[in-house]
């Protein structure tokens, strides 16, 4: 499965909204905060409110034989890449350098320099904290960066009218919480949703060290499938929907998940939540099973006749292509696809 300025601002007044729980649904929801400077409001976090042993910026720094070679902050870290596989790379002896290498057959992390306590990814408008896992990763995809960049930019401004509903996201398949910060960041509600409860914690980790740990997310330790499935039957709706679904998985349940099966039913249901008259909907996915060409076909075949959106204005507003990393000689590391829409029913 599949995260500048000097100050900060609320963009008006302290706003206080209530959010419906429902029983067994966990929601920190005491104040909202509307964000005018993103970028501001995370380095100022930084500086004030949770220092990071260690804290930076990602860098893809070489690539090939299976592997890639990344710089998360201030450490430099070797890990299998299937995507690297067929390629040879460019510096090989930088690679001696990785201070945390991952032992694919062994399943384990070696480590030349302790892990820091506390490290901390700059992802440009928020931070995520990062430690490595027992299965190679850190708790962020760095592939993701345009499209949590793009959650940010396309967020239409928030009314600040007390009779205004507060405008709800839902990250399914959320993992650590990277695009549930990105939406939270620029004042949407969230509902972030992952079957694991480990990385629904981490969620938490994050949203605290944002400075959003008084922001409306609700954490739910859920089955994406079913949750949606109840969150139909309740008619809820939500302005943005963003999904990161397995190639394939087992429920909590031991249900078994196959993208090019049952991806469509689930995007079926995700359209019957997003708010008619706008809203975003972005989906990646990491299968040769299924790609860009499939997701958009279903959207401009389905979105016209279920939410009343006409064909002109999906094709103008859907957008396509390949989640990719660039390294210091110009080569692309590909990740996956990515499809993403962006409606306003007064837009042209």
């Known amino acids: 499965m599949r995260g500048g300025g000097e100050a900060w601002a609320r963009r008006g007044a302290s706003t206080h909204s209530k959010v419906n729980v429902i029983p067994g649904e966990v929601a920190s929801h005491s104040s909202l905060l509307y964000i005018s400077d993103a970028k501001a409001h995370a380095h100022k976090m930084i500086e004030n409110q949770r220092p990071f042993s260690e804290l930076g910026p990602y860098e893809l720094v070489d690539f090939g034989n299976g592997r890639k070679l990344e710089r998360f902050a201030t450490r430099l870290l070797d890990r299998p890449s299937p995507a690297a596989d067929g390629v040879r790379p460019k510096n090989p002896s930088l690679w001696n350098q990785a201070q945390s290498v991952f032992d694919k057959r062994g399943k384990q992390w070696l480590h030349r320099r302790r892990w820091a306590e506390s490290i901390g990814l700059d992802c440009d408008g928020f931070v995520m904290p990062i430690q ?3 299965f190679g990763h850190v708790g962020v995809f760095p592939e ?10 396309t967020t239409p401004p928030i009314q ?18 990277a695009s549930s910060m990105a939406m939270a960041t620029t004042g949407l509600a969230v509902a972030h ?3 694991a409860k480990p990385n629904v914690n981490a969620a938490r980790d994050a949203a605290t060290a944002n400075g959003l740990s008084e922001h409306p997310i609700r954490y739910l330790v859920d089955d994406a499938v079913k949750f949606v499935a109840r969150e139909v039957r309740r008619e809820r709706r939500y302005d943005t929907i963003v999904l990161d679904p397995p190639a394939y998985g087992h429920s909590p349940k031991g249900k078994t998940w196959r993208l090019e099966r049952d991806l469509w039913p689930l995007l079926d249901q995700c359209i019957e939540l997003i708010e008619p008259d706008r809203f975003r909907l972005l989906v990646t ?28 204005k999906v094709a103008k507003g859907i957008e396509s292509g390949r989640l990719t990393i660039q390294d210091p000689a110009g080569r692309h590391l590909d990740f996956g696809f990515y499809v993403r829409i962006a409606f306003e029913s007064s837009s042209t």
């Open 160 to 177: 600040q009218a007390p009779s205004q509903a507060v405008r709800q996201g839902l990250n399914l398949f959320g993992y650590t919480g």
């Open 285 to 312: 996915g990491h299968s040769p099973q299924v790609d860009a060409p499939d997701v958009v076909d279903y959207l401009k075949n389905e979105l016209p006749s279920q939410a009343g959106v006409s064909r002109t």
């Open 132 to 134: 490595p896992t027992p």
């Open 144 to 153: 993701q960066f345009q499209n949590w960049r793009w959650l940010q930019e």
């Open 193 to 195: 949703v992952d079957a």
